[in-house]
T-cell receptor
Framework: GAVVSQHPSRVICKSGTSVKIECRSL??????MFWYRQFPKKSLMLMAT?????????EQGVEKDKFLINHASLTLSTLTVTSAHPEDSSFYIC?????????????FGEGSRLTVL | GNSVTQMEGPVTLSEEAFLTINCTYT??????LFWYVQYPGEGLQLLLK?????DKGSNKGFEATYRKETTSFHLEKGSVQVSDSAVYFC???????????FGKGTKLTVNP
């Protein structure tokens, strides 16, 4: 199946710093990528939808200035957590939809665990 | 709104036991229903799906039937293996929204 890769898989940073997480579709072009946040024992919460070449659409309650999303190419989307705080510590997962998809299937990355000290 | 409710885990079974993980969804529109699986250290993978009422999705011995009358999509497997140990997520998409909405996940551990 299609492969989506995230980097880094784990990152530890200090409060106040910014962290960038990359999401790449390795063998297909993804017109749409989705960013999720997963809390312990909680479901995946959709944060935003990013479309290549346009601004991301954020879900209600997600701060767009804090979670910067860029989808600069058909194979790469980035999530930057700005001025990170300990409450931003979480598991962030991206998914991608193939450009020619008609089934609605999404392909997920392995996730990135962020710990803010 | 659109939501998915699945049984709380964790679930611990012995090898070859029968598995059921319950999942119900809100009946807004006509959603497509999915089960995703997350093996340790890996990303989510689509396990099976059903796009309309009475459809049965199946894969790797797992089955789930889209039941409109009970708004359910329960996951079943007749004989689980140790390698089935993972977290299972029920999800819905559609019914006026293209977003994929997940349940909270159920952790399954299968012991030899």
């Amino acid at each position: 199946g299609a492969v989506v890769s995230q980097h880094p898989s784990r990152v530890i940073c200090k409060s106040g710093t910014s962290v960038k997480i990359e999401c790449r579709s390795l063998d297909f072009q993804a017109t749409t990528m989705f960013w999720y946040r997963q809390f312990p024992k909680k479901s995946l919460m959709l944060m935003a939808t990013s479309n290549e070449g346009s601004k991301a659409t954020y879900e209600q309650g997600v701060e767009k200035d804090k979670f910067l999303i860029n989808h600069a190419s058909l194979t790469l989307s980035t999530l930057t957590v700005t001025s990170a705080h300990p409450e931003d510590s979480s598991f962030y997962i991206c998914s991608a939809r193939w450009a020619g998809d008609v089934t609605g299937e999404l392909f997920f990355g392995e996730g990135s665990r962020l710990t803010v000290l | 709104g659109n939501s998915v409710t699945q049984m709380e885990g964790p679930v611990t079974l012995s090898e070859e036991a029968f598995l059921t993980i319950n999942c119900t969804y809100t009946a807004t529109g006509y959603p497509s229903l999915f089960w995703y699986v997350q093996y340790p250290g890996e990303g989510l993978q689509l396990l099976l799906k059903a796009t309309k009422a009475d459809d049965k999705g199946s894969n790797k011995g797992f089955e789930a039937t889209y039941r409109k009358e009970t708004t359910s999509f329960h996951l079943e497997k007749g004989s689980v293996q140790v390698s089935d140990s993972a977290v299972y997520f029920c999800a819905r998409r559609g019914g006026g929204s293209e977003k994929l909405v997940f349940g909270k996940g159920t952790k399954l551990t299968v012991n030899p």
